[in-house]
Nanobody, 124 residues
Framework: QVQLVESGGGLVQPGGSLRLSCAASGRRFSSYAMGWFRQAPGKDREFVAGISSSGGSTYYADSVKGRFTISRDNAKNTVYLQMNTLKPEDTAVYYC?????????????????WGQGTQVTVSS
């Protein structure tokens, strides 16, 4: 069983930066591929970024490619999402998710464990 806790959300101005963290419980973190998803008001939850269990492979949604960076520190059981050049359309609740597998996947159905989310608001 895995528990995930997101942190680092908040209010930022357009063009600003924010770094999200996701702390995982358990000792098998290095065997899980991880992902970040987000859900904006009135919209479905969507894939943002994913990273393989070793951190060797990453994948990004087209909407955030070049602006966001996902990384992980398996020694600390933590995955990060560095968000730069934030736009109002990035406003959403951001969720961390874990999958018992090695490869990056983008489907919500492939992730078994989820955090409770952290709010990111981009506004003037």
């Amino acid at each position: 069983q895995v528990q995930l806790v997101e942190s680092g959300g908040g209010l930022v101005q357009p063009g600003g930066s924010l770094r999200l963290s996701c702390a995982a419980s358990g000792r098998r973190f290095s065997s899980y591929a991880m992902g970040w998803f987000r859900q904006a008001p009135g919209k479905d939850r969507e894939f943002v970024a994913g990273i393989s269990s070793s951190g060797g492979s990453t994948y990004y949604a087209d909407s955030v490619k070049g602006r966001f960076t996902i990384s992980r520190d398996n020694a600390k059981n933590t995955v990060y999402l560095q968000m730069n050049t934030l736009k109002p359309e990035d406003t959403a609740v951001y969720y961390c998710a874990a999958r018992n597998g090695l490869r990056v996947v983008t489907s919500i159905r492939e992730f078994e464990y989820w955090g409770q989310g952290t709010q990111v608001t981009v506004s003037s």
